[in-house]
């Protein structure tokens, strides 16, 4: 499967505790995308990479919320200290160039805080 | 701040009906693009559109972009019920072409 994956696809911890999610994006994808998806809403925009650098993040990510790339491929989005209000769908996509080619999303991982 | 708005939240219709949806935004779009999202996974893009006024057809479903570029619409002919889902517009917009917004989605469903 060449699709883009995403590991765990279902995550419930308890509040204060760390948890990293992680997406392999098609392999020849230079970008990837984070979002995050509640009930009834569309996918927020969270941060970007192009190959290695991340280029940009939304203001909805606070300080306990970091993602990496290293070396352009994989990418890892670590939340610290999570709340209850961080339970949602992470999202993560990924296209070849900019964000009006296709963008490739993996199904996922739901993060549960109680 | 640029927002997208969708109209009807939600929609569930018979088998057979011709439905559509609606995606507008007080600022102008450089692009638009229609996905899908079915439960449990991500979206799957439908279509790009780029120029206003087009129209473009993907089987039964039927976009059409705005001639100024804020607004867009999804026709969808004798509605199947594989069609139901969850249909996003995403938009770039001039001022931030580097990522896209999202709309909250049209939540379809179609009752064989």
């Known amino acids: 499967d060449t699709g883009v994956s995403q590991d765990p696809r279902h995550k419930i911890t308890k509040r204060g505790q760390n948890v990293t999610f992680r997406c392999d994006p098609i392999?020849?994808?230079?970008?990837l995308y984070w979002y995050r998806q509640t009930l009834g809403q569309g996918p927020e925009f969270l941060t970007y990479f192009q190959n290695e650098a991340q280029l940009e993040k939304s203001r909805l990510l606070s300080d306990r919320f970091s993602a990496e790339r290293p070396k352009g491929s994989f990418s890892t989005l670590e939340i610290q200290r999570t709340e209850q209000g961080d339970s949602a769908m992470y999202l993560c996509?990924?296209?070849?160039?900019?964000?009006?080619?296709?963008?490739?999303f993996g199904p996922g991982t739901r993060l549960t805080v109680l | 701040t640029q927002l997208l708005e969708q109209s009807p939240q939600f929609l569930s219709i018979q088998e057979g009906e011709n439905l559509t949806v609606y995606c507008n935004s007080s600022?102008?779009?450089?692009?638009l693009q229609w996905y899908r999202q079915e439960p449990g996974e991500g979206p799957v893009l439908l279509v790009t559109?780029?120029?206003?006024?087009e129209v473009k057809k993907l089987k039964r479903l039927t976009f059409q972009f705005g001639d100024a570029r804020k607004d867009s619409s999804l026709h969808i002919t004798a509605a199947q019920p594989g069609d139901t889902g969850l249909y996003l517009c995403?938009?770039?917009?001039?001022?931030?072409?580097?990522?896209?917004?999202f709309g909250p989605g049209t939540s379809l469903s179609v009752i064989p």
């Open positions: 392999s020849e994808h230079n970008r």
């Open positions: 996509a990924s296209s070849f160039r900019g964000p009006m080619d296709e963008q490739f």
């Open positions: 600022s102008v779009f450089s692009s």
């Open positions: 995403a938009g770039a917009f001039e001022t931030s072409y580097d990522k896209v917004i």
């Open positions: 559109v780029v120029t206003g006024g």
